[in-house]
């Protein structure tokens, strides 16, 4: 059963299921817990095929140079080395990737290898295939490649500059991209502000995710079959295969992907298919499989990094009662050497124009800019983290500078609860929150008041003691529509996912989704929603594990990524147990000789709802309509498979090129966090004494997982603002690429993590709920706004994300130095 | 990264000089080396097995006299790599006589590439003193004399 919701004024109606409820909603136990646990998972490495090979890569030591030969002669004869593969091989056997960068950047030629000249340390300009990988990488010492480096640029800013070396000859510049965004009257707005609030510089650092299992594949290139079989972990398989498919010509229909057990992604693995390519032109060479299983320094070093952002000259117009109009920037992306996933970036942050608050005018003024790093991919809260922290640091810069309360600001500015559906002024649609009533719960878990208390008394004390907030959005099911907005020819738009649930002949319930989850719980949500329409326990439901394109439950858009199994993949779940819900209620009542309307499913029968003693198991649904099927009335038997595809779509229409608006996303999950922190006067250390998490993300499917990934993420963003950062040289050398120098947090530097919740169901999905599990960039807000808050009047704002004790402690310094401060305020 | 330092070595200027000016006797003294290929009188190769976070790691090294002033001055370039890692040298020796011994002093450029970059740059300067010290050691002993700081 289902009703019709009210129609907004934005999407047309949807139906959402009343039938959710029974296990939906609950902490149901993870059903894959039982093997991971057990380490009875099957990662990439786990996997074996016949013959295979085992892959090294060698890479440039360079980030800039060109390749003047490779001799791969002395590799090639020791026994055990099947086969190499250089960049020069690769020029001539794939196709440069399609770019989703208009011209001049859409010339750029990139290959699975570096062909011709190498544009970041670590890229791959060779490979060994070897009986071990043990041998593939002493082999692989054996390949000469000769070098002429080239001047180096890792200034994201700097790259653009005419006299900058040019690190693709083809587009003529290091722009990947550049447009403005303008929306409202900004320079009215300016213009007719009490106060205008002038900062210099922000920088959004580099940094990335450290998922547990680094990428990898096993890949066979069938010499028979043609067909290539991907055996990865690879987040986003499809978009994979759009890259690959048309680089070594190979059709859909020729590429098999799969996955089991994915140990992490956070958008950072979707950008693997460069590899992908290099491990199948080397089975094809080799003729056989070939297995490669990337090294911590290489994923750390090469395989993708979030992306870094700077923002300089903004502006923003403030009313003398706190009224924030909008704000201007100019926003520096730096993309790296490669524009593997860019320049979707420099659009998905619109998804979030003005954050959480009602900012009418906006103008960003973006450009995507290429360097001679490594290439970014998207990193939890991909885009939008880094424009939300920047509105983030803003909203609390101009409370500081005209003397407001940062929390009675944020509750002026904050996007209203009556407000929902809120239409942002570049035509986004905010589905639900309560950001004011999130912000009261953030602030009651660190006692805020006695966090009051105790700043004042430590002020006496010489102690420095500092509290920030941070509110983010995550938002979740793209409208890949957007791509548009960065090049109008692109052929994307809307998105989807696809499930198939099935009856099988035992009486067994089967469903496949075409995500490809890397923890996030697919395999026990996806039950849920299933046992709460058929009518049956979770443990009754079989959810096969990964992800499996040839079980046909996938469409052009399917993985998992972007805060969106909740709707898209559980959306397609609970459609395709719809669809076997009308099936066996069709042949049960053919069955018992009623009508369909007399039918209700209960406990894995069939059965009469005013009579339940009338009833028939599924197993005898299933073994009539495979095994017994003359029984059936030939319309009957005709009209029902028991085997229910279908394919969820969101309401997305195509985004407006010209202005740059439209409906970028379905779902808004919010999150605000408090935290009291402690700056040490000496030494500039960061102590986190008290953290507050607050999320909301819809109706919940299962409060466990989300909490988990409430954790998580909130883990990854404390990281982030104290611990993680790459850092280059001038030479474009990464200086920190193992876990000796880069430091993940681990549980020791994660503080106690206080959660709270709100729920405020989406009217715009079928079950309410919204995507989540990016809400990353709330540490990083909020960190950076305790950090500022302990420090001596006068001294610099804090400007990065990234506050390492040096940091911190020259911010502590600043005070005495009376420099510039990074910001200043005209009034009228 | 520029590495710097000097030392006393107890042997005569000419006698360290006769060792590290012949790329064939400078092999010898070189730590953790083998399988030296000599060039010509200006360049030779070797192989070197540096002990590392990573675990011993080969590295083939081709190095090149580049300039010299007879028993004052050898100035000595080098090119290594091991997979992604490329170490690249240039390293400046000036002797003067001290006593019976010879006043050594040195200036390096070394450049780490790849990993060895992350790993080992912050240690490079002791490192790197440690290896021109152990090359000077057996310098002397090479030379026929003992040798001390």
Not at chain 1, 279 to 290: C, D, E, I, T, Y
Not at chain 1, 564 to 574: D, E, P, R, Y
Not at chain 2, 83 to 108: F, I, K, P, R
């Amino acid at each position: 059963m289902s009703t019709p919701r009210s129609e907004t004024t934005f999407y047309p109606a949807i139906e959402q299921s009343e039938r959710l409820g029974n296990w939906s909603g609950k902490n149901v136990p993870r059903k894959e817990d039982k093997r991971l646990l057990k380490g009875q998972g099957a990662f990439v490495d786990d996997l074996w095929m016949h013959r295979q090979g085992h892959v090294h890569f060698v890479r440039s030591p360079y980030a800039h140079a060109r390749i003047t030969a490779i001799d791969v002669a002395r590799c090639e004869a020791v026994p055990g080395v099947y086969a190499t593969l250089t960049g020069e091989e690769v020029g001539e056997l794939q196709q440069p990737y399609f770019q989703m960068a208009p011209e001049p950047a859409g010339a750029m030629k990139d290959y699975c290898m570096a062909v011709g000249k190498a544009r970041y340390m670590g890229e791959p300009v060779a490979a060994v295939l070897a009986e071990s990988a043990e041998l593939a990488r002493d082999a692989a010492e054996l390949i000469e490649v000769s070098y002429e480096p080239l001047p180096v640029v890792v200034d994201g800013i700097a790259t653009i500059e005419p006299d900058a070396p040019v690190l693709h000859e083809e587009i003529g510049s290091n722009v990947g991209w550049h447009g403005t965004y303008d929306y409202g009257d900004i320079d009215w707005a300016i213009e007719n502000a009490d106060h205008v609030v002038r900062i210099d510089r922000l920088h959004f650092h580099r940094f990335s995710s450290t998922p547990l299992e680094t990428s990898g594949a096993l890949v066979n290139w069938d010499p028979g079959t043609g067909v290539v079989e991907f055996r990865t972990n690879n987040q986003m398989p499809m978009f994979a295969a759009m890259f690959i498919g048309p680089a070594i010509g190979l059709g859909i229909d020729h590429m098999q992907f799969s996955s089991q057990d994915i140990g992490g992604g956070f958008g950072i693995k979707i950008t693997s298919y460069t590899y992908l390519t290099a491990l199948a032109l080397l089975s094809r060479k080799a003729g056989r499989p070939v297995k490669w299983s990337e090294s911590r320094w290489e994923h750390l070093a090469a395989s993708a990094h979030g992306n870094e952002r700077t923002f300089l000259d903004i502006e923003v117009p403030v009313m003398n009662d706190g009224t924030i109009l909008g704000f201007k920037v100019r926003a520096f992306d730096d993309a790296g050497a490669y524009l593997r996933y860019e320049p979707l970036g420099a659009v998905i942050w619109a998804q979030v124009v003005p954050g959480n608050y009602r900012f009418k005018h906006v103008r960003v003024d973006y450009t995507e800019s290429l360097t001679n790093k490594c290439p970014v991919g998207p990193n939890r809260g991909y885009s939008r983290l880094q424009h939300l922290w920047m509105i983030e640091r803003l909203v609390d810069i101009v409370a500081n500078e005209l003397g407001f309360d940062r929390v009675a600001l944020r509750k002026l500015n904050y996007v209203q609860p009556e407000e929902f559906p809120y239409e942002t002024p570049n035509g986004c649609i905010y589905d639900s929150g309560d950001y004011p009533a999130m912000l009261d719960r953030a602030l009651e878990l660190i006692d805020y008041e006695g966090a009051l208390a105790r700043q004042r008394a430590s002020a006496r004390s010489g102690r420095r003691i500092g509290i920030g907030i941070g509110s983010t959005l995550d938002s979740g099911t793209n409208n890949f529509g957007q791509s548009r907005i960065i090049n109008s020819a692109l052929p994307f738009s809307g998105n989807g996912e696809a499930a198939i649930v099935r009856l099988d002949l035992y009486g067994e319930v089967t469903v496949t989704i075409g995500t490809s989850p890397q923890g996030q719980g697919h395999e026990t949500t996806a039950a849920q929603v299933t046992a709460d329409i058929l009518g049956m326990s979770p443990d009754q439901v079989h959810v096969a594990a990964g992800y499996n394109k040839a079980a046909n439950t996938y469409v052009g858009f399917s993985g998992t990524y972007a805060s969106q199994f909740a709707v898209t993949g559980l959306g397609a779940v609970m459609g395709a147990a719809e669809k076997l819900r009308g099936e066996i209620i069709k042949v049960g009542a053919c069955m018992l000789g009623s009508e369909e309307s007399d039918i209700e499913l209960a406990d894995g029968f069939v059965r009469l709802a005013a009579n339940p003693e009338a009833a028939i198991p599924f197993i005898g649904i299933a073994a009539t309509v495979f095994a017994n099927v003359a029984e059936l009335p030939g319309e009957l038997a005709d009209s029902v498979t028991l085997n229910c595809r279908y394919v969820y779509r969101p309401p997305f229409e195509v985004p407006d090129h010209e202005t740059k608006t439209g409906k970028l996303t379905l779902t808004y999950a919010s999150q605000v966090h408090a935290a009291v922190v402690e700056v040490d006067d000496e030494t500039g250390q960061v102590t986190i004494l008290d953290y507050a998490a607050v999320d909301e993300c819809g109706r919940k499917v299962n409060p466990m997982i989300v909490e988990g990934q409430v954790h998580g993420a909130t883990g990854h963003g404390v990281g982030a603002a104290l611990y993680e950062s790459f850092e280059y040289d001038a030479d474009g050398q990464l200086l920190n690429s193992t876990f000796a120098d880069y430091h993940a947090a681990t549980s020791l530097d994660v503080p106690h993590i206080r959660t709270g919740d709100i729920e405020c169901p989406s009217p715009f999905t079928p079950n309410g709920a919204k995507g989540m599990g990016e809400g990353g960039g709330a540490p990083l807000s909020t960190i950076a706004s305790a950090i500022e808050d302990a420090l001596p009047d006068g001294a610099h704002i804090v400007f990065d994300t990234h506050n390492n004790s040096e940091r911190v402690f020259e911010l502590l310094r600043s005070a005495a130095a009376a420099g510039p401060r990074g910001v200043e305020v005209i009034s009228r | 990264m520029i590495v710097s330092g000097s030392r006393t070595v107890a042997a005569p200027r000419d006698a360290l000089w006769a060792v590290l000016s012949d790329p064939a006797r400078l092999a010898e003294t070189l730590p953790g080396v083998g399988d030296v290929s000599i060039e010509d009188e200006h360049r030779f190769s070797a192989v070197a097995h540096p002990v590392t976070a990573l675990g011993a790691t080969r590295v083939a090294m081709d190095f090149e006299i580049v300039e010299q002033r007879p028993s004052e001055h050898v100035r000595i370039s080098g090119l290594g790599s091991a997979g992604e890692n490329q170490l690249q040298l240039t390293v400046a020796l000036d002797l003067a006589a001290d006593g019976e011994g010879t006043a050594v002093s040195w200036s390096a450029d070394v450049q780490l590439r790849g990993v060895w970059r992350s790993l080992l740059q912050r240690g490079l300067g002791s490192l790197f003193n440690e290896q021109v010290d152990a090359v000077l050691a057996a310098g002397a002993l090479l030379s026929g004399a003992s040798n001390e700081r």
